[in-house]
T-cell receptor, first 116, second 108 residues
Framework: NAGVMQNPRHLVRRRGQEARLRCSPM?????VYWYRQLPEEGLKFMVY????????ESGMPKERFSAEFPKEGPSILRIQQVVRGDSAAYFC??????????????FGPGTRLTVL | KQEVTQIPAALSVPEGENLVLNCSFT??????LQWFRQDPGKGLTSLLL?????REQTSGRLNASLDKSSGRSTLYIAASQPGDSATYLC???????FGAGTRLTVKP
C-alpha cells in the first residue's frame, strides 16, 4: 500500500511562471490537505479538499493560488505567476476520514519549489 | 483561534538520556493530537496519534500523553539514540494547527 505520493519532488520556476504540484493520496483516503513550510518555519495549513470539493481554504492566499481534487486523478495545487516568496516546501497529507478522533493524517515527501 | 506552542525550540542531549518534549495548545476542543518527526529536507512521519478521549499512547521507546483540560501534551523519548535526531512537531485537530517544532540533537 503506497503512501502519499507527491511530484515533482523538486521544482524550479522563474518569476512569473506557473507551478503545478501534484498529490496522490493513500489508497482509500478521500481527504487531502496542503501545507506550506517556509525555510526555518513551521507548517502552515493552506487548504483541505475532498473529492471535487474544497472544504476549507482559509490558509490559502487569495490570489494566484488554487487547488483542486478531481473525481479522477491527483489533487493539484496551482500557483500562478510565482514570486520568490513562494519558494518553500509544499506538503500534502491525506486521511481516511475527517472531523473525528480517528482522523490520522499521513504526509507525502513534499515538493520543494524554488523560484529564481 | 487555536495556538500551538512547542518548548523547547531546540534540545541537545547525550546518547542514552531520557527526554521530554512539550506541546501546549489554547483551545481544548480538539479531536486528537498527533506527533510527527521530520528529518532535514524530508517529509513528516507520523509517530503517535492520541484521540481526545485518551490519556496516552505508546510506541516502542516513545510515549505521548495528553491533558486536554490543561492544554498540554508531552512526548517522552526513552534511552535516546543519535538516530532520534530530528525535528519533532505536534499538531492538534480539528484544523491541524502545527507547533513550530523542537529540534532534537542526540550526541553519540
Amino acid at each position: 500500500n503506497a503512501g502519499v505520493m507527491q511530484n515533482p519532488r523538486h521544482l524550479v520556476r522563474r518569476r512569473g511562471q506557473e507551478a503545478r504540484l501534484r498529490c496522490s493520496p493513500m489508497k482509500g483516503h478521500s481527504h487531502v490537505y496542503w501545507y506550506r513550510q517556509l525555510p526555518e518555519e513551521g507548517l502552515k495549513f493552506m487548504v483541505y479538499l475532498q473529492k471535487e470539493n474544497i472544504i476549507d481554504e482559509s490558509g490559502m492566499p487569495k490570489e494566484r493560488f488554487s487547488a483542486e481534487f478531481p473525481k479522477e486523478g491527483p489533487s493539484i495545487l496551482r500557483i500562478q505567476q510565482v514570486v520568490r516568496g513562494d519558494s518553500a516546501a509544499y506538503f500534502c497529507a491525506s486521511s481516511r476520514e475527517s472531523g473525528s478522533p480517528n482522523n490520522e493524517q499521513f504526509f507525502g515527501p513534499g515538493t520543494r519549489l524554488t523560484v529564481l | 483561534k487555536q495556538e500551538v506552542t512547542q518548548i523547547p525550540a531546540a534540545l541537545s542531549v547525550p546518547e542514552g538520556e531520557n527526554l521530554v518534549l512539550n506541546c501546549s495548545f489554547t483551545d481544548s476542543a480538539i479531536y486528537n493530537l498527533q506527533w510527527f518527526r521530520q528529518d532535514p529536507g524530508k517529509g513528516l512521519t507520523s509517530l503517535l496519534l492520541i484521540q481526545s478521549s485518551q490519556r496516552e499512547q505508546t510506541s516502542g521507546r516513545l510515549n505521548a500523553s495528553l491533558d486536554k483540560s490543561s492544554g498540554r501534551s508531552t512526548l517522552y523519548i526513552a534511552a535516546s539514540q543519535p538516530g532520534d535526531s530530528a525535528t519533532y512537531l505536534c499538531a492538534v485537530s480539528n484544523d491541524m494547527r502545527f507547533g513550530a517544532g523542537t529540534r532534537l540533537t542526540v550526541k553519540p
